[in-house]
């Protein structure tokens, strides 16, 4: 079965910097697009970041853009979220997710056939 596994989470100060990983197997990884969603507690599931199979175009939610960076090894089936300068709002419960082809909107979870468990990212202020 499909399983997404995500990692790196952790507890840092206003300012470090994390790099999460999601790590897929049982799907054709190469063929979805992945993005990561986060969490806050008390709120909904937001979008983050997005890649594409090729990993030739990204996009990223305002709230992050300059900060932080998602890429994939297609060769490892493996997307990453390299984080850095982070604040205290971007506490969270961070999932990846696998996007099914020829979708219209990547910022939408009803677009995410898979998901893993999540991981969580403390910032400390």
């Known amino acids: 079965q499909v399983q997404l596994v995500e990692s790196g989470g952790g507890l840092v100060q206003a300012g470090g910097s994390l790099r999460l990983s999601c790590a897929a197997s049982?799907?054709?990884?190469?063929?979805?697009?992945m993005g990561w969603f986060r969490q806050a507690p008390g709120k909904e599931r937001v979008f983050v970041a997005h890649i594409y199979w090729s990993g030739s175009t990204t996009s990223y939610a305002d709230s992050v853009k300059g900060r932080f960076t998602i890429s994939r090894d297609n060769a490892k089936n493996t997307v990453y979220l390299q984080m850095i300068n982070l604040k205290p709002e971007d506490t969270a419960v961070y999932y990846c997710g696998a996007r099914r082809p020829f979708g219209s909107n990547r910022e939408s979870m009803r677009e995410y056939d898979y998901w893993g468990q999540g991981t969580q990212v403390t910032v400390s202020s």
């Open positions: 049982g799907l054709t990884f190469g063929n979805y697009g």
